[in-house]
């Protein structure tokens, strides 16, 4: 995979020879401007319907492996 | 039966209105059709047509790409990682058109996480092209177009993040629409890339394409970047060219494109003059840089939005792991295929301290450049036409060992993506694949400015019957 990664990357470093300077950056194509909405509560769903899909659910939480190996 | 496989889904739906044939009846014709998949076009087919609303739609099977989120029926973005995730909601795009009486007819095969462009890159096995079954069906949507073109459904949604719609509707020989980003809410839709994913249609027609991007575009307070199309959409009855002006990129003329595909691409523009349209080359000078841009931040987006995969709230886990960080590391090694970690590492470093200005902010900055070559040329020009694909279908297998030129397919449909602007790929004709054997689609390309689907949905119709392609794959069914 390394050699594919090169290979992509050299093909990426055509775009080091561009005269980019004082292009700004485009993170995003739609304008928008940003507004609030008002902060009223909503609904989410319900625990059970979310813990459900959880590969190791357990008494409303999702289970997982110690964060630390035991010795 | 038979019959009503033939129909268009505009056509359909008409009937449906009048009252000729119920929405059960047309549901239930497609329901046994699509129970005939030899292509592994499908990860999941409905049992029944329930549901059903009245609406421009009603009765309509719709073949929904395994990307978008189905309420309580497996979706996987062709990943092991979402294998047996059934989603406790559903997709916007899906909801829109079961309002608007569709029916989900099953879940179509894909890319994993819609990355790449032969479909080859599915944990659960290629799609095979109608067309020939030792080619591939393109991708990401193959599952999508190959379920069309090949008889399996009247019509499919897919998404397009740099050409996943178009490319695998030109190599089917179908209609590929991807609109403006922000045309259609991405809630629900699977994130790959989200500065460039938008879903779109996959139709026999450019009429059903119209449908179907009428009953999908739309506000959603879900996705703060829809916007929706003012004014809706409606049937496309432009029947001439006369005063519009289609552009060809200067640089066409070096690009490799098969000798089949530029004779296809040729015939098209005489026809585009036959019907009073005017023909001139308009330079494009960043578009050769699409790729290089587009490698740099798709990856980079989908880097960060894969990192939720982590074996802890839904899809798999891999057990036995001593403690967290295995778990973490064992689950993603498993459940993601190659591609998919190719692109996970080519983000990561392309967004990693001292290579992130070298890498992510010049690919930004050449997608600006990208961009403003479209506006400018739009300026003199209503539309911008390319093949879509440099090629027709290639041979399953052919191309897995270079990803670079896996990637180069993506060519000519890459630099909309980057610019945001809505662009369409008919069928144009038939060529013969390079190194001979049967004659094979050829995709024809429209893109105009952000916004302007109505345009180019009405040239987009005035050239399709004017090309008047009929090629169906032997042995489809439907029409």
Known sequence: MAGELSGILD????????????VPPTSHVVELENVLRADKPRPSWPKDVVLEQAPDPDEGAF????????? | MGELLKLTVAEAAAKVAAGEVSGDEYFEAWREAAAGDELNAYLWRAEDGAGGAEGPLAGVPVAVKDIFCTEGVPTTAGSRILEGYAPPYTSTAVRRLTEAGARVLGKTNMDEFAMGSSNENSAYGPVLNPWDRERVPGGSSGGSAAAVAGGLAPCAIGTDTGGSIRQPAALCGIV?????????????????????????????????????LGALQGRDPCDSTSVGLEGGVEAPSREDLKGLRFA?????????????????????????????????????????????????IAPAEASSNLARYDGVR??????????????????????????????IMLGTYALSSGYYDAYYGRAQRVRTKIAADFTATFADFDFVVTPTSPSVAFGLGEKTDDPLAMYLNDFFT?????????????????????????QLPVGFQIAAPAFAEQPLLEAAYALERAIGFEGRP??????
Request: aromatic share 6%; with cysteine.
């Open chain 1, 11 to 22: 093909h990426v470093d055509r775009i080091a020879a561009l005269d980019l300077e004082g």
């Open chain 1, 63 to 71: 289970r997982v492996p110690s964060p630390q190996a035991e010795a």
């Open chain 2, 176 to 212: 590929g629409l991807k609109p403006t980003y922000g045309a259609i809410s991405r809630y629900g839709m699977i994130a790959f890339a989200s500065s460039l994913d938008q879903c779109g249609p996959l139709t026999r027609d450019v009429t059903d394409a119209a449908l179907l």
């Open chain 2, 248 to 296: 060809v990129p200067s640089e066409l003329a070096r690009d490799e494109i098969d000798a089949g595909v530029r004779a296809v691409f040729e015939a098209t523009l005489a026809r585009i003059e036959d019907l009073g349209g005017e023909i001139a080359e308009a330079p494009l000078p960043h578009a050769e840089h699409g790729i290089s841009a587009y490698y740099v």
């Open chain 2, 314 to 343: 839904y899809g798999m886990r891999k057990e036995g792991a001593r403690d967290l960080i295995e778990m973490y590391e064992s689950t993603r090694a498993e459940g993601f295929g190659a591609e998919v970690k190719r692109r």
């Open chain 2, 414 to 438: 890459v630099p909309m993506s980057l610019a945001g602007i809505p662009a369409i790929s008919i069928p144009a004709g038939l060529a013969e694949p390079e190194g001979g054997g049967p």
């Open chain 2, 474 to 479: 032997e042995g489809a069914g439907g029409g």
